[in-house]
């Protein structure tokens, strides 16, 4: 019998390994970790009480304890590899803790955690473990009879890792094995390629109070979880819910990560489509910072400022953007700090950044804004006006995605361009509601400008969507008026290093020289010192970032803000005009931007006078009329069927805007068309075709 003293701080690995007489141990609460093949080979050891507090047991820890049978505390976050082979475990309650064998699986502590442990019957495994890892966490359990998994999505593989299902259950009979499983998860588990050949049982839901939801849970008309329960959305989690029947939510987490690479943005999304689904309890959403960046966000609920917490116990500062300063006074010096008593309304765009890196954590004020994230409604935010003597800087509001979900920017009740801040470049972009396909992403804040006559901007709950793929812009067109024309759009960008900023010119002899808030977006510069920015200018040095304009002479200002001295290059990644060249002044130089990038060395600063873009209008031949062909085009159910084409088919509308290209090897589709009339143009020629 071993009693180790709390005034203990610390053990080392092997301490009692191979002590075989070794009976009954008792270990301080206060040590938070047992070490690797610490009690090793103690296989008379049975009495070892695993407190609660402890929160790691290292690798072969209890190998070869045969007698003992352990009880895994709520506290322990990680399990070292064969920690418990060859144990007399019967029982195995896997704690919530323990999320590395989850969201992680290709941790390799758990390697053989369990293996050979002859007496084990019964494993449960908590809402959190929803993937697969890679190790033999069960290996060799011949006895294991009950298997319950109380994830609400299927718990498997990655993807990229279906072989992983091979090893989990490695040399376990599938027969002598029963699944228990959500119920309304039975069908999807018995469709499943690798646990049908299980016997697959469901419980009763309600029988769980807390669940974390890590991947996508889809619930069908007649499928709920029962009762009133906790829901967690982690960065990897959705939930979408069909049919009228009601979801009854307690409380509410959700949490969003976003860091420097469009790689690792991870948002948790809810997509409710009935009118029954409520929250009785308090909701929260958590939101990832890195130290000292800049985040845009926006939460689909009212908050107070000095409810907001930081899981780091960081500083932190929240700020607004001051449209009505900007009008007065001009576009720079508009960032405000909030009153610690201010309430921020859902749907506001605002800016955090914290000292820390850490979560910071947002309390939804107990009214009727705490619905939102679960409405099936039209979410409705007014603007401010804010009217100026000078257009570009009149009617700038912060707004935000007022939905836990991604956005398309077709469907907002909105025409004016938007323009988000880009946290891969570091630098702001404008999209045109017309002529970009963008998802808004959720608790992602935005610039818009509002047009004079425009008083609120609508978000329609048609335009929710879980992933940020926009697969076919006209199956949510924008609204077109006709003072709009025919638009040719020119997209210049700017590089150094791993960093780009961009500016867009639109041909449109319909549209003014001068500013137009409908159609126009002025130029946000990047509060990050280190990125190059570019823009266009006009007669009154208005900067750009979308300029549409008649094509005049041809000829547009460009104007670039070097962040550091060295070589730059400017780019054309779009070009529907005929030509455009560009013509540096100081090295005495005009380069085809459609024949390649330009590359130039310049010093830190701002240059207003270098750049000249020379824009040439494209001709219009291919729609202006119908020709003679060697093809045939007829309409089908909102689609257009080309026949007998070989090459590139593409679609124009009547006012000249490209709506699809397809390449044809003697017949091609195009689907999900507008009524109206449309101009197929192929190598042969072009006709004219209605679709109705």
Same mark, same amino acid.
């Given at each position: 019998?071993?009693?180790?003293?709390?005034?203990?701080?610390?053990?080392?690995?092997?301490?009692?390994?191979?002590?075989?007489?070794?009976?009954?141990?008792?270990?301080?609460?206060?040590?938070?970790?047992?070490?690797?093949?610490?009690?090793?080979?103690?296989?008379?050891?049975?009495?070892?009480?695993?407190?609660?507090?402890?929160?790691?047991?290292?690798?072969?820890?209890?190998?070869?304890?045969?007698?003992?049978?352990?009880?895994?505390?709520?506290?322990?976050?990680?399990?070292?590899?064969?920690?418990?082979?060859?144990?007399?475990?019967?029982?195995?309650?896997?704690?919530?803790?323990?999320?590395?064998?989850? $969201?992680?699986?290709?941790?390799?502590?758990?390697?053989?955690?369990?293996?050979?442990?002859?007496?084990?019957?019964?494993?449960?495994?908590?809402?959190?473990?929803?993937?697969?890892?890679?190790?033999?966490?069960?290996?060799?359990?011949?006895?294991?009879?009950?298997?319950?998994?109380?994830?609400?999505?299927?718990?498997?593989?990655?993807?990229?890792?279906?072989?992983?299902?091979?090893?989990?259950?490695?040399?376990?009979?599938?027969?002598?094995?029963?699944?228990?499983?959500?119920?309304?998860?039975?069908? $999807?588990?018995?469709?499943? $390629?690798?646990?049908?050949?299980?016997?697959?049982?469901?419980?009763?839901?309600?029988?769980?109070?807390?669940?974390?939801?890590?991947?996508?849970?889809?619930?069908?008309?007649?499928?709920?979880?029962?009762?009133?329960?906790?829901?967690?959305?982690?960065?990897?989690?959705?939930?979408?819910?069909?049919?009228?029947?009601? @979801?009854?939510?307690?409380?509410?987490?959700?949490?969003?990560?976003?860091?420097?690479?469009?790689?690792?943005?991870?948002?948790?999304?809810?997509?409710?489509?009935?009118?029954?689904?409520?929250?009785?309890?308090?909701?929260?959403?958590?939101?990832?910072?890195?130290?000292?960046?800049?985040?845009?966000?926006?939460?689909?609920?009212?908050?107070?400022?000095?409810?907001?917490?930081?899981?780091?116990?960081?500083?932190?500062?929240?700020?607004?953007?001051?449209?009505?300063?900007?009008?007065?006074?001009?576009?720079?010096?508009?960032?405000?700090?909030?009153?610690?008593?201010?309430?921020?309304?859902?749907?506001?765009?605002?800016?955090?950044?914290? $000292?820390?890196?850490?979560?910071?954590?947002?309390?939804?004020?107990?009214?009727?804004?705490?619905?939102?994230?679960?409405?099936?409604?039209?979410?409705?935010?007014?603007?401010?006006?804010?009217?100026?003597?000078?257009?570009?800087?009149?009617?700038?509001?912060?707004?935000?995605?007022?939905? @836990?979900?991604?956005?398309?920017?077709?469907?907002?009740?909105?025409?004016?361009?938007?323009?988000?801040?880009?946290?891969?470049?570091?630098?702001?972009?404008?999209?045109?509601?017309?002529?970009?396909?963008?998802?808004?992403?959720?608790?992602?804040?935005?610039?818009?400008?509002?047009?004079?006559?425009?008083?609120?901007?609508?978000?329609?709950?048609?335009?929710?969507?879980?992933?940020?793929?926009?697969?076919?812009?006209?199956?949510?067109?924008?609204?077109?008026?006709?003072?709009?024309?025919?638009?040719?759009?020119?997209?210049?960008?700017?590089?150094?290093?791993?960093?780009?900023?961009?500016?867009?010119?639109?041909?449109?002899?319909?549209?003014?020289?001068?500013?137009?808030?409908?159609?126009?977006?002025?130029?946000?510069?990047?509060?990050?010192?280190?990125?190059?920015?570019?823009?266009?200018?006009?007669?009154?040095?208005?900067?750009?970032?979308?300029?549409?304009?008649?094509?005049?002479?041809?000829?547009?200002?460009?104007?670039?803000?070097?962040?550091?001295?060295?070589?730059?290059?400017?780019?054309?990644?779009?070009?529907?005009?005929?030509?455009?060249?560009?013509?540096?002044?100081?090295?005495?130089?005009?380069?085809?931007?459609?024949?390649?990038?330009?590359?130039?060395?310049?010093?830190?600063?701002?240059?207003?006078?270098?750049?000249?873009?020379?824009?040439?209008?494209?001709?219009?031949?291919?729609?202006?009329?119908?020709?003679?062909?060697?093809?045939?085009?007829?309409?089908?159910?909102?689609?257009?069927?080309?026949?007998?084409?070989?090459?590139?088919?593409?679609?124009?509308?009547?006012?000249?805007?490209?709506?699809?290209?397809?390449?044809?090897?003697?017949?091609?589709?195009?689907?999900?068309?507008?009524?109206?009339?449309?101009?197929?143009?192929?190598?042969?020629?072009?006709?004219?075709?209605?679709?109705?």
């Amino acid at each position: 019998k071993v009693i180790l003293p709390d005034s203990l701080g610390s053990i080392g690995s092997y301490t009692f390994y191979d002590c075989d007489h070794l009976t009954q141990v008792v270990y301080p609460k206060n040590l938070k970790s047992i070490p690797a093949y610490c009690f090793y080979d103690c296989n008379v050891l049975e009495t070892f009480p695993l407190h609660e507090g402890l929160t790691s047991i290292g690798s072969r820890a209890f190998d070869g304890v045969y007698k003992f049978n352990p009880r895994l505390p709520k506290t322990l976050s990680s399990i070292g590899g064969g920690a418990f082979y060859n144990c007399a475990t019967d029982s195995l309650f896997v704690p919530e803790s323990l999320t590395s064998w989850g $969201s992680h699986p290709n941790v390799s502590q758990t390697s053989y955690a369990f293996r050979n442990n002859d007496k084990l019957v019964y494993a449960e495994f908590p809402t959190s473990f929803y993937q697969i890892p890679k190790r033999r966490i069960l290996n060799e359990c011949k006895n294991l009879k009950t298997l319950v998994f109380k994830s609400p999505t299927v718990v498997s593989a990655p993807a990229k890792h279906e072989d992983y299902k091979t090893t989990f259950l490695e040399d376990v009979v599938a027969e002598n094995i029963t699944i228990k499983v959500p119920s309304f998860l039975v069908n $999807s588990y018995k469709l499943d $390629s690798y646990w049908y050949n299980y016997k697959i049982e469901g419980f009763n839901t309600a029988d769980v109070k807390d669940w974390s939801v890590n991947a996508d849970l889809v619930l069908n008309a007649r499928e709920r979880i029962e009762g009133v329960p906790n829901l967690k959305l982690t960065t990897y989690g959705s939930i979408k819910v069909n049919g009228e029947n009601p @979801q009854y939510i307690d409380t509410l987490k959700t949490n969003t990560n976003v860091t420097n690479s469009d790689e690792t943005l991870r948002f948790a999304r809810i997509l409710i489509n009935n009118d029954a689904t409520t929250i009785a309890g308090e909701y929260t959403h958590s939101y990832y910072v890195n130290a000292k960046t800049w985040y845009f966000i926006s939460l689909p609920f009212d908050f107070k400022i000095n409810e907001v917490t930081n899981g780091a116990n960081a500083k932190f500062v929240i700020r607004y953007y001051d449209g009505a300063g900007r009008a007065a006074n001009g576009a720079k010096g508009n960032w405000k700090n909030y009153a610690a008593e201010d309430v921020v309304k859902a749907g506001t765009g605002f800016i955090v950044q914290a $000292s820390d890196a850490g979560w910071m954590k947002f309390r939804a004020l107990d009214n009727e804004s705490k619905q939102n994230v679960v409405s099936n409604e039209e979410f409705i935010k007014a603007l401010d006006a804010n009217p100026s003597e000078i257009l570009s800087n009149r009617g700038w509001n912060l707004v935000g995605n007022p939905w @836990q979900a991604y956005f398309n920017i077709h469907t907002l009740n909105f025409t004016a361009p938007i323009t988000v801040y880009d946290v891969k470049n570091k630098t702001y972009t404008a999209y045109s509601i017309i002529d970009d396909d963008y998802a808004i992403r959720p608790n992602e804040a935005f610039f818009v400008q509002c047009p004079e006559g425009t008083e609120y901007i609508s978000f329609p709950e048609t335009g929710r969507q879980l992933t940020s793929e926009i697969t076919n812009q006209s199956s949510a067109p924008a609204k077109r008026t006709a003072a709009m024309g025919s638009r040719q759009l020119v997209d210049v960008a700017i590089s150094a290093g791993d960093l780009t900023d961009k500016t867009r010119v639109v041909l449109n002899e319909a549209a003014l020289m001068e500013y137009e808030t409908a159609c126009d977006a002025s130029k946000f510069f990047t509060m990050d010192a280190g990125v190059p920015q570019i823009y266009t200018l006009d007669s009154e040095a208005t900067e750009y970032a979308i300029n549409e304009r008649p094509v005049g002479n041809g000829n547009v200002q460009l104007g670039v803000v070097i962040a550091a001295s060295g070589k730059h290059t400017i780019s054309m990644p779009r070009n529907d005009a005929k030509t455009v060249a560009l013509i540096d002044h100081v090295a005495g130089t005009t380069h085809d931007l459609s024949l390649g990038e330009y590359t130039f060395t310049a010093d830190a600063g701002t240059y207003n006078g270098r750049f000249t873009l020379s824009i040439s209008k494209a001709h219009t031949t291919a729609i202006d009329e119908a020709t003679a062909t060697d093809f045939t085009v007829k309409s089908v159910e909102n689609a257009i069927v080309v026949s007998g084409a070989e090459g590139m088919v593409t679609v124009f509308a009547v006012d000249g805007r490209k709506v699809a290209e397809q390449e044809s090897k003697g017949s091609v589709t195009f689907g999900n068309l507008l009524e109206g009339s449309y101009l197929v143009r192929t190598v042969n020629g072009t006709s004219k075709v209605t679709v109705k």
